[in-house]
């Protein structure tokens, strides 16, 4: 039987098995293989469609672990900001965001996924936002506060916050434009208009770890 699950899905599957709600967007046509849209500020979307087995460590045990491996992958120019497991249309993804300084701008990018894995192919839809403008407005905010009412305090010449971050996802609501708010709430917006071709969910799973730690 898993042969055959196998053999159907992959037969099954092809870059417009899976899709989501774009009418926010505005389409630049197909790069690199990839369907590419971009929103009303700017930012890129892209959807890749990958014939071969996920490039995620097979067997890991936590999420603690799955956070790692991309950790390892993304090297020192980017750091996690979020990484966990939901389920897209029913099926385990993953969702991370991640962070780092953007060369061009002196700002910074922000780059989010949701990636859909089988055992032999995967969909990883893509997002990237930039800073611009007036660059460190989130940082310079609550730096400010957490002075104020003792949540952070300054240690060898660095703010150093109490058992809080800038990209914590409770501040977005309150800047919403900021590019890391922006992310979030499109990677939402998309993830819950996610639809997988019902042939393609018979194909064979990606084992993904559950636990949140």
């Known amino acids: 039987m898993g042969i055959l699950r196998n053999i159907f899905g992959k037969q099954s599957a092809s870059p417009d098995s899976v899709t989501f709600d774009v009418s926010r967007y505005e389409y630049q046509g197909v790069r690199d293989g990839a369907k590419v849209w971009h929103t009303a500020e700017g930012d890129g979307l892209g959807i890749y469609f990958f ?19 991309y950790s390892s992958m993304l090297g020192d120019k980017f750091r996690i900001i979020d990484c966990f497991v939901q389920p897209l249309d029913e099926i385990p993804s993953i969702r991370l965001v991640a962070g780092g ?21 995967s969909y990883v839809i893509k997002m990237q936002t930039y800073e ?14 957490a002075l104020r009412n003792g949540t952070g305090s300054i240690q060898d010449g660095k703010f150093v916050a109490h058992g809080w971050s800038v990209d914590d996802e409770q501040f ?18 998309i993830a819950e208009s996610v639809r997988i071709d019902e042939k393609v969910k018979r194909a064979e799973p990606f084992d993904l770890p559950q636990d949140v730690t």
């Open 51 to 69: 014939r071969k087995r996920p490039d995620i460590p097979v067997g890991l045990a936590s999420i603690s672990q799955l956070r790692e491996s």
């Open 101 to 121: 300084p953007d060369p061009k701008s002196g700002g910074a990018v922000f780059v989010g996924s949701l990636t859909i894995p089988f055992r032999d192919f």
């Open 132 to 145: 611009r403008g007036v660059t460190g407005m989130r940082e310079a905010i609550w730096v400010e506060q």
């Open 172 to 189: 977005d609501n309150l800047l919403p434009k900021h590019p890391l708010s922006r992310l979030r709430q499109e990677l939402r917006l």
